[in-house]
T-cell receptor, first 110, second 113 residues
Framework: GESVGLHLPTLSVQEGDNSIINCAYSNSASDYFIWYKQESGKGPQFIIDIRSNMDKRQGQRVTVLLNKTVKHLSLQIAATQPGDSAVYFCAESSWGKFQFGAGTQVVVTP | EAQVTQNPRYLITVTGKKLTVTCSQNMNHEYMSWYRQDPGLGLRQIYYSMNVEVTDKGDVPEGYKVSRKEKRNFPLILESPSPNQTSLYFC????????????FGPGTRLTVL
């Protein structure tokens, strides 16, 4: 998993398997959390978000889980595809101020 | 097409020569923000703006200035660039600064010699 300030870890996943990316956040006052995907040479792209009054949110093939007790965020990708290969960032926000994690490189193998 | 544009996309300059990176969005968003991205450090917020004439410091504001005179534009100014400002810069905007998806521009790669 990733945490703010750590070097970029890599997650290698076989095509069709589920992926889980973890993130530890630091600010107890953060009330909005987001996952972004960044492909090489492009800007970050929104995947899914969750507000602090929720603990789970599902999108298309993605689920975000929020555990405020231990300040932990995770992104689950179902049936990982080659197009999911990218760097994934978590971010926390409080009143417009954002902090991003260092990112996790996801590599999908055939 | 809804988008965030940045100019220039690539810039090589020398220490001390003032430069401006422009950012514009056509989505009528209230919130805009600047980030820099360095290897192993993720994105770090430089400045953000919740609305016109309202700007606030992010985590790494030193050496940068911004202004928000109109809703669509949020330029980033480096009055006296230094080599440690060599980085990949992203501008982003969202409907408002609270709990809304940010749309990112394509990035500006800046090299300061």
């Amino acid at each position: 998993g990733e945490s703010v300030g750590l070097h970029l870890p890599t997650l290698s996943v076989q095509e069709g398997d589920n992926s889980i990316i973890n993130c530890a956040y630091s600010n107890s006052a953060s009330d909005y959390f987001i996952w972004y995907k960044q492909e090489s040479g492009k800007g970050p792209q929104f995947i899914i978000d969750i507000r602090s009054n929720m603990d789970k949110r599902q999108g298309q093939r993605v689920t975000v889980l929020l555990n405020k007790t231990v300040k932990h965020l995770s992104l689950q990708i179902a049936a990982t595809q080659p197009g999911d290969s990218a760097v994934y960032f978590c971010a926390e926000s409080s009143w417009g101020k954002f902090q991003f994690g260092a990112g996790t490189q996801v590599v999908v193998t055939p | 097409e809804a988008q965030v544009t940045q100019n220039p996309r690539y810039l090589i300059t020398v220490t001390g020569k003032k430069l401006t990176v422009t950012c514009s969005q056509n989505m009528n968003h209230e919130y805009m923000s600047w980030y820099r991205q360095d290897p192993g450090l993720g994105l770090r917020q430089i400045y953000y703006s919740m609305n016109v004439e309202v700007t606030d410091k992010g985590d790494v504001p030193e050496g940068y200035k911004v202004s928000r005179k109109e809703k669509r534009n949020f330029p980033l100014i480096l009055e006296s660039p230094s080599p440690n400002q060599t980085s990949l810069y992203f501008c982003a905007s969202s409907l408002n600064g609270r709990r809304n998806e940010q749309f990112f521009g394509p990035g500006t790669r800046l090299t300061v010699l």
